[in-house]
């Protein structure tokens, strides 16, 4: 089993750093009311300095507020996944399997759309309904390897790949994990120990 996270690891950037900077052009007068706010809790979750229920808390009424605009929001997933799917790093496409899955931060209903169309066709994210612009629970962390569970039981991963240790609970289930910067990857754990 060989598992991925997908924020800069997959993907070269944050893809809700990257969403909210879409629509920050798009709806640049709406949006700037919350740009303070979103940033700098963005970067409290982050470097830890806000749990995930916190982070949950300050962004879901502006979530909400903003969902709302959209008669079918899905259709402006499209639209970002069309100027970002060029993100995807090449390293990915040259080692890439059909039982590959992903596990990441990045909402669900952005990650199935990038994963379709990709050809990935395990994943799991954050459970974000931006219909009804609920957030329900955030993918990150201790509570990656939770759904993680949840999803595949309590199995050892052969191949970790992550950029950060945020990861370690991801870690601590695999065999082997590698780091991924930018292009680059080394392994840092080989057969359960750490290299």
Known sequence: MRVFDFDNTIYDGESIMDVFLYFLKKDFKTIVRYAPKFIRDFIRYKFDK???DEAMASYGE???????????IYSEFELFWNINE???KKFYF??????DIVVSGCPYCLLKIICDRIGIKHYIGSDIDPIKGEI???CYKEHKLDVFHLVYGDVIIDDFYTDSMADKPMMDISKNVFMVKGDKITQIKKDGVTI
């Open 50 to 52: 806000i749990t995930v």
């Open 136 to 138: 329900n629970s955030i």
């Open 94 to 99: 040259d080692i890439q399997d059909e039982e």
């Open 86 to 88: 060029k993100k995807v």
């Open 62 to 72: 502006a979530f909400k507020e903003y969902c709302q605009k959209y008669e079918n």
